[in-house]
């Protein structure tokens, strides 16, 4: 029989607790009723009337409205995806080209960006360079070349001077891209929201 008796006073013991959390919880209410009451029922005072006296009217200066501030310059989430509209030759001079042949796809490749840029008002914020290259005129896509392509397009594309894309906008860099045939480059494009 001695064990009821801890039970019990255990029981009471979160009886009492649950007692004083609950008073704890509607003391913290927050409603509170105001501390005068108004009287529902008016009562008529008399007050002496005055005659006006002529006065002079001022103009008030009404304020001058604060100008909205501009709103925040961000990222768009969605990207343009550009193809540009190269070919295998293009891809072969840019990478193993002597200088002449190599700023000759340079110009090619800064071509088919303001062809893909058309219209475009907004300005470039992040910038990725997709390119597909087997290394050879008919070979197969290759990592070591298609990364190759696209780091040589993205640093031309850099160096363009195109208006939408300033030389400070965010990463050049070339990716891989497996999928098309070979000689070909995608734009990724990121814009500023103004």
């Known amino acids: ?18 007692l004083i959390l609950v008073l704890v919880v509607l003391g913290g209410q927050t409603n509170r009723t ?20 002529p006065t002079r009217s001022t103009p008030v200066p009404t304020p001058t ?22 070919d295998q030759s293009v891809a072969d001079d840019l990478v193993n080209g002597n ?25 470039g914020a992040l910038v990725f360079v997709w390119g597909t290259d087997g290394g050879c005129g008919g070979c197969a896509p290759t990592s070591n070349a298609s990364s190759a392509f696209a ?10 001077g195109h208006r939408q894309l300033p030389a400070d906008a965010g990463f050049y860099r070339g990716y891989l891209d497996l999928g098309p045939a070979s000689g ?10 103004s």
């Open 99 to 123: 200088p002449a042949r190599k700023a000759a796809a340079a110009r090619r490749v800064n071509e088919a960006v303001d062809t893909a840029l058309n219209g475009q008002q907004k300005r």
């Open 1 to 18: 029989m001695r064990g009821t008796g801890v039970t019990h006073l255990a029981g009471w013991l979160f009886a009492d607790l649950l």
């Open 151 to 160: 780091k040589a397009a993205a640093e031309a594309i850099q160096q363009g």
């Open 34 to 53: 105001p501390d005068v009451i108004a009287d529902p029922t008016p009562t008529a005072t008399a007050t002496p009337t005055l005659t006006p006296s």
């Open 65 to 86: 409205p604060a100008p909205t501030p501009p709103a925040p310059v961000g990222m768009i989430p969605q990207s343009l995806d550009l193809p540009l509209l190269v």
């Open 184 to 193: 070909t480059l995608r734009m990724e494009l990121f814009l500023y929201n």
